[in-house]
């Protein structure tokens, strides 16, 4: 299937890599949408389109050992199982895949809100900052409370006529909660940033420097910034317009571009101090970001 950049909320689960069982229809779902998927035990690589509103996935049956990515980035790994949620604001496509790890039925859950009623959800909880208010993304957590509204709601969309006041009351109470709870402003509204804050983009990229030769490791950049891995990865590409993964590379070609110029070590030996120890991999990705190979560009210096 051809996956677009972008869909609508009521198209969005078929792209979900698994088989609709039941799903919210009629009027008085106009605020909120829900389908009910049955998801195979392995699925390889799929693209999710991305949204204008916010998504809720709930991890309804099962167990597994789950892994996204966005813009062909490093692979984020998070273990699901029955109650974990995922929470994804607007933005550009996902990769998804994921194993079961248990025979138990897996199966999960999405809610995508209404952007009317998630304004007005805003606009209860932040008054005239309303505008300044972003949704944070979040993988693989729990929060009971949250649950208790989506299973509700689940139920409703089992019914033959569900009622338009329960749909709208619960949907009304999931906005108000994740508003609350999982939304915070940005920096026009109190001095902070969408992207990752200076201080901490300075922490990263300094303690990056100093452990250059060091093997890539999104899961310890993250803790510097005290953020999850999901979350940072989507910030620091904010704050530099590239992944921490290609920020890291090109930390170590810049390296590599001074002691090729500014020492006689060999090639071998420049790309072990910039931490490869593969020097056709090096050569590669040099050639990559310069243009030109390694022993031709200490040549020209």
Do not use: C
């Not at 605020?31 to 309804?60: G, H, K, N, R, Y």
């Not at 699901?80 to 194993?99: E, I, M, N, Q």
């Amino acid at each position: 299937m051809s996956v677009p950049e972008a869909t609508s909320a009521e198209a969005l689960d078929r792209y979900a890599g698994g088989t609709r069982i039941a799903a919210s229809k009629g009027p008085a779902w106009k605020d909120v949408q829900l389908s009910v998927l049955a998801l195979p035990p392995v699925a390889e690589v799929f693209t999710m389109p991305a949204v204008t509103e916010p998504l809720i996935v709930w991890i309804s049956s099962g167990e597994a050992e789950t892994q996204e990515r966005e813009n062909d980035g490093p692979w984020l790994t998070s273990h699901v199982k029955r109650d974990s949620l995922f929470l994804t604001a607007a933005g550009a496509p996902y990769d998804f895949r994921w194993r079961t790890l248990t025979s138990e039925p897996f199966e999960a859950v999405l809610v995508l809100l209404g952007l009317p009623l998630f304004g007005e959800a805003l606009q209860e909880v932040f008054g005239a900052n309303a505008v300044h208010a972003r949704l944070r993304d979040a993988s693989g957590f729990e929060d009971q409370n949250l649950i208790s509204l989506l299973r509700r709601l689940k139920e409703e969309a089992t019914r033959p006529a569900a009622s338009r006041l329960f749909v709208r009351g619960i949907a009304q109470a999931i906005a108000i909660h994740v508003a609350r709870n999982y939304t915070a402003l940005t920096e026009d509204a109190r001095g902070e940033t969408s992207a990752l804050p200076g201080f901490k983009l300075r922490r990263v990229t300094d303690w990056m420097a100093e452990h250059l030769a060091e093997e890539f490791s999104l899961a310890r950049l993250a803790v510097q910034a005290g953020m999850s891995e999901f979350h940072f990865n989507r910030l620091f590409k904010r704050a530099t317009g590239v992944p921490p993964s290609q920020y890291q590379i090109r930390l170590r070609m810049d390296l590599a571009r001074r002691l090729l110029r500014e020492s006689q070590k060999s090639v071998i030996a420049v790309a072990n101090d910039v931490g490869y120890s593969n020097p056709s991999h090096f050569a590669q990705l040099f050639r990559k970001e310069t243009g030109l190979s390694p022993t031709i560009y200490r040549r020209q210096r």
